[in-house]
């Protein structure tokens, strides 16, 4: 089997995310009141699936990364809610689940590992596929500015004690090389960002229309900031379709 590219950072993902804690009450709300079940895309080590639990709603997890599910199931375990939590090794294009449900989630811009508008329309697609009726696929995303361009390029930081972080960004291909690593694990990525325009012309290409766009967690509107946190509904035939000024519509 081949390894999955997170298999190798499964025991250094936590300490190099522990920073990231403030989208995790935003997707616990979400999952409250969506009645559940929530199905996380790209569920990682659990960092916001095993919180939605904890909350008493449960939760399918997919993910490509056999190490990173077996780090997520230890923390469902060290929680006691491994019965609400339901982790499946799969793609997120192409989703090993059944069930339809309320809210389709993909946390921390996992959807900017898909290298090209057909890979994340395909992904946008097969989350749309999971919903119930008036069901939301909430995700985030980001696209850098210049000055964190310009702060960063090239540069090994340390992130957390021990662990350290590149970022290489390519502004014409729009592909961020992200490095990080630390004594023991390292890993390389790509992350391809889009405008927002041009994920609205993704996410109606999927079925869906944009209730919300928040530019960060505290459901402030967005304005042209880095961050991107699209709620949208499975698209009702009455409705308006929203668009983002500037958007095209066609896809
Ligand atoms: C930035 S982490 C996010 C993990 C988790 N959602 C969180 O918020 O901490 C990205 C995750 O996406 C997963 N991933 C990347 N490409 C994938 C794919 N095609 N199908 C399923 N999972 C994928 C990785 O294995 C990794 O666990």
New binding site residues.
């Given amino acids: 089997m081949t390894e ?3 298999d190798r950072i499964a025991r250094l993902y936590d300490p190099w ?1 522990v920073s990231v804690t403030e989208d995790i009450g935003f997707y616990v709300e979400e999952a409250v009141a969506s009645g559940g079940p929530v199905v ?6 659990g ?2 699936a095993v919180p939605i639990a904890r909350a008493g709603v449960p939760v399918i997890g ?4 056999p190490g ?1 599910l077996s780090v997520a199931r230890t923390y469902a375990e060290r929680e006691g809610v491994s019965s609400l939590v339901d982790l499946r090794l ?4 192409d989703p090993p689940v059944d069930e339809r449900v309320p809210l389709v989630t993909i ?4 959807l900017l ?1 898909m290298p090209d508008d057909d890979q994340k329309r395909r992904a946008l697609t097969a989350a749309a596929g999971l919903l119930q009726p008036g069901g939301r696929l909430v995700f985030d995303v980001f696209s850098p500015s210049a000055a964190d361009i310009e702060e960063t390029d090239g540069l090994w930081l340390e992130r957390e004690q021990g662990i350290f972080e590149r970022a290489d960004w390519d502004e014409r291909s729009r592909t961020l090389v992200l490095s990080v690593r630390d004594r023991e694990h390292s890993a390389r990525m790509e992350l391809h960002w889009l405008s927002a325009p041009e994920w609205n012309v993704l996410v109606e290409a999927a079925g869906l229309e944009v209730e919300a766009l928040y530019g960060w967690f505290d459901r402030r509107s967005w304005s042209e900031g880095e961050d991107q946190i699209w709620v949208c509904r499975t698209r009702s035939t009455r409705s308006p379709t929203r668009t983002v000024p500037g958007a095209s519509t066609s896809a």
């Fill in positions: 999955a590219l997170y995310s996380e895309l790209a569920v990682g080590t960092r916001i997919v993910d490509e990364s990173m799969g793609d997120l294009r946390p921390f811009r996992s590992h």
